[in-house]
């Protein structure tokens, strides 16, 4: 399973993107995906997931009600409508898959969101 992240950049406090996570491969029996973030000098953690089939969204309490994680099942793409950026949002943004529950396995490459105050 191949994962390719986009849509980062460079964006004003309040602003907006779209990650987008463009999936190919062996996607039969995938479980969920994820996007995940790391800042510099922290931990990487997960921001929102989605199960393959595009339901149960879920997000950290931080991003909840600004993310939105959603699938486009005829492109096997997932997004991650990212509003009302802070600048503790900056990060680096990877998305993730796997085939079992909070296992992910599968990793594309980062793509870096800058917000500036």
């Known amino acids: 399973v191949q994962l390719q992240a986009s849509g980062g950049g460079l964006v004003q406090t309040g602003g907006s993107l779209r990650l987008s996570c463009d999936v190919s491969?062996?996607?039969?029996?995938?479980?969920?995906i994820a996007w995940f973030r790391q800042a510099p000098g922290k931990e990487r953690k997960s921001v929102a997931s989605?199960?393959?089939?595009?339901?149960?969204?879920a997000y950290i309490d931080s991003v909840k009600g600004r993310f939105t994680i959603s699938r486009d099942n005829a492109k096997n793409t997932v997004y991650l409508q990212m509003n009302s950026l802070k600048p503790d949002d900056t990060a680096v943004y990877y998305c993730?898959?796997?085939?079992?529950?909070?296992?992910?396995?599968?990793w594309g490459q980062g793509t870096q969101v800058t917000v500036s105050s």
């Open positions: 993730a898959a796997g085939r079992r529950s909070n296992s992910y396995i599968y």
């Open positions: 989605i199960s393959w089939g595009g339901l149960n969204p």
């Open positions: 491969g062996r996607t039969l029996g995938l479980y969920a």
